[in-house]
């Protein structure tokens, strides 16, 4: 079944269409990845579905709901949460309150003016930053730690929405291939021990072909290909346009 | 959150040493004092917007004088008893903040600025203009002031019990869950949008917050000068208050209080010597921002940090 | 209200909200300019303009008699302000451009308080007059011949505001869009490390527009002289107007501060007939109004990150 549905959604920014009447459908459970170049509208994309933009036309509808237009706040609380492909922290806050500040979000106490803070979701807080490896950072201030590990950060953010679907907006990118290599591992382990769907954008290629349930291929704001990674693999179009195909290219 | 323990000491230190102070000390001092303390929960009042929030308001004075002149005048022209007259003042104060809010937190950064002095400017308007309900540029003069508190040392007592409840709601609302979230408002809006916060309503919460406080501290200085006048609705007292946040820092939660002792004992001082006031307040701003962004709180834990790293 | 039925009142309404909106926009003009390519709001815009006009009044009042002193007043400001702008953005505020956005504000309110008590140091608290220019002292028929009971008679400087106001304009509209300069300044509004990936003088081009745009203020205050009483605190007021302009027309755009002013004009001259002494309430219920509307102002663009 599908828990994320969009329907023929078309942006254009200022005569440039960025994404042209894409429909996709997310099944539930699913670990489903966009690929694209640069400027393919992977981004833009991602900023409609949650959003942060709102389209010219199509709709988006995630469990069974409508949420077109609707503020991101509004679809956060419905189980949608997404994390940032540029790093996307509150820096100057701890990163022990990144996180417990998502859970007051999550549990809607964000308007308790007489609620004391500081022990709110002390335990979950610290459990969600062991699970993503930052257990002995808790106390150091968010925008000194290292990039690798604000990324990690951002996970544990999005994941304190305790979401049903999970979109990563490149989540290795800057990371050193050994860093990339364990967060790739940390983000399967927690997609399933969560029972997460995950949509996630990504340029290496050996991560996306290596978790992928099913691929989408972007292309100048059109999806020119959808599969297991074995069709997508050997799409002709693709091929061309994508995959190693810059020999066919320069012809 | 407990207070941390240095902290806490200075609060008490402070507070029993002004329960001291008309015992101990001349009627200036007293009158000093009672100033300072209505400047100190002006100031913090701002600091929920500025530094809590990172929303820049040009336009803070506007809800201090609603607080100042809707006391006077109810206390005074309907003759409304003070157990009524303040909180009807302080409420106003805040469905004033609630209604310029709401067209404010639509916008961010420079727009906000902008609207927020515009909308002051128009307060100030009104009070000059209305001559009839504010006595215009003569200003109201004559405050009736309940005998209980019409003295020097009852209303210092008063505006000391008054300024430190409302310090101290101020303080559990900026160390509350609304609080802690605001501080990531005022990071990251993006991100905390993307949480499930709904920012617009956080902003718009911390400026009706801001501006019932300030109500508060405008009230206390009516009855404290008896009188009240436009020149407490003019920009430069918003650029006053905005200046003692700011030399105090605002990523302090009492910082602001402390600039606004500064400032005002530097005025006191300034103007025994010079008419230029305002140029004095421009320099010592601009020494801020070139020099010293987060303020003397900020400097002060800077210069700490630099001592331990000595050691 | 009977006074609207009277045609000649309607037609020196009329002209004065275009000349009072003109005047404005010139004013304006300078402050969205700025905004648009540096990203800041000069508060201390309205503080050019009151030293625009007290500049012209030291000129006019000291060459009184000689023909075109009144120009040379106005030219006198406008260089005068291009001095003070360019010292000051030379001098401190290009070391705050990486800083926040708030920085910037809070600098240029630092300068409105030194550069208010330096005008009073300066001219000390009186209100000044400055006489209309030789040629333009007097009045223009507009009647056309007709027979009227009354002649349509409009004062020549006003008149003429009415006119400079469009040139400045049309001028500024072909600056920007017919020039190298021009469009150079247009990719700085749209996209500021463009400029530089383009091998511009970027601080260059900052220093360029401050001063330019300060100088319109200072052009502005001393048109407006003739016109007000050149007195301490009309700084504050024109600032407020320019801010309430540039939000009804959208920060940054030209054609917004134009059209902005001109209702500012309209709604200031005829709601003082209406309203008398309230005028101001009805240019604040226009703003919110508009920001109902559009919150960016009427061709105003969103912020980027608007959310």
Redesign the interface.
Known sequence: MAVLEIDTVHKNFGGFVAINDVSFALEEGETHAIIGPNGAGKTTFFNLITG?LQPDHGSVTFDGRAITGM??HRIVKLGLARSFQRINIYPRMSVFENVQVALIARDAMHFKLFTLGAALNRDETSELLALVGLGDEANEVAGELAYGKQKQLELAIALAANPKVLLLDEPTAGMSPQETAESIRLIEQITVARGLTLLFTEHDMGVVFGIADRISVLHHGVIIASGKPDEVRNDEEVRRVYLGGSSHAAA | MVMPRGTAIVVVLVLAGLLLVPVLGSNYLVDLSTEILIYMLFALSLNVLIGYSGN?S?GHAAYFAIGGYTCAILLTTYEWPLLLAFPAAVLLSGLAAAFVGY?CV??????F???T???A??VW?VAF?WRDMTGGDDGFVGVTVPALIDGRVPYFYFTLVVVSISIALLWVICHSAFGRTLVAVREN??RA?FVGVN?RAMRHVAFVVAGTFAGIAGALLAMYNHGMYVESA??TES?QV?IMT?LGGMYSFFGPAMGAALLYLLNVFTIQYTE?W??V???I??II??FV?EGVVGLGQKIRQQLAKAD | MSMLTNPTIVFLQFMNSISLGMNLFIIAAGLTLI?GVL?V?N?AHGVFFMFGAYVCYSVVSRMAETAGAFWLGVLAAGAALAVIAFIIERG?LH??YD?E???Q???T??????M???A??IWGTDQYSVPKPEGLKGAVDFSFGADLAMPLLYPAYPLMLCVLGPVVAIGMWLVLSKTRWGRVIRAATQDREMLAALGMNVPLVYTAVFVAGSALAGIGGALAAPRVAVSPGMD?TII?EC??I??IGG?GSLWGSFLGALILGFVNSFGIMIFP??E??LS?VL??LV??WR??GLFGQP?A???
Not at chain 2, 106 to 111: E, P, Q, R, S, V
Not at chain 3, 109 to 114: D, R, S
């Open positions: 942060h503020a991101p | 820049v040009f067209f639509k916008l961010t950064d420079i727009y600025a902008m609207l002095l515009a909308f400017m128009f308007a203009k809006r993006t949008g920012t003019f920009w650029a905005l700011l230029y305002p140029t307040q421009g320099v701003l601009l921002l070139l962004p | 905004f990203r709001i508060f401190l070391y705050l800083k956005h708030l920085m504000l809070l600098f309110f630092a300068i409105v308080l030194i208010g008590d330096l009073k140091m504050v407020v801010f309430i540039v939000i920060l002494n309230w101001l309430v604040y703003m919110l920001l109902l919150p960016w912020e990150d608007g959310h």
